[in-house]
Nanobody, 119 residues
Framework: QVELVESGGGLVQAGGSLRLSCAAS????????MGWYRQAPGKQRDMVAS???????NYADSVKGRFTISRDNAKNTVYLQMNSLKPEDTAVYYC?????????????WGQGTQVTVSS
């Protein structure tokens, strides 16, 4: 059973930084794309950043230049470095991992970690 364990959320003042981590375990397939989504109260879950197995990245316009996604394939871990945080970045952040196994591509989600940015 695939398990994603997230860490690194918390409370920070505007302009501060946080680093999120998400480690995947239990996979018998190959990990493809990894990414981060966020969901603020009363809003839909939106993509924040994603990274392919080859290292190509994609960012939401709202975080470009402030957030950096990276991954360590040896550790099956994806990171999100968040700098210059704004109150509007406040949300629950979810890790998402696509795993290819036995001809199927399945998506897995982490439990979510709260990020709160105070003004």
């Amino acid at each position: 059973q695939v398990e994603l364990v997230e860490s690194g959320g918390g409370l920070v003042q505007a302009g501060g930084s946080l680093r999120l981590s998400c480690a995947a375990s239990g996979s018998r397939g190959s990990i493809n794309d990894m990414g981060w989504y966020r969901q603020a109260p009363g809003k839909q879950r939106d993509m924040v950043a994603s990274i392919t197995s080859a290292g190509s990245t994609n960012y939401a316009d709202s975080v470009k230049g402030r957030f950096t996604i990276s991954r360590d394939n040896a550790k099956n871990t994806v990171y999100l470095q968040m700098n210059s945080l704004k109150p509007e970045d406040t949300a629950v952040y979810y890790c998402n991992v696509l795993i290819y196994s036995r001809g199927w591509l399945n998506a897995y989600w982490g439990q979510g970690t709260q990020v709160t940015v105070s003004s």
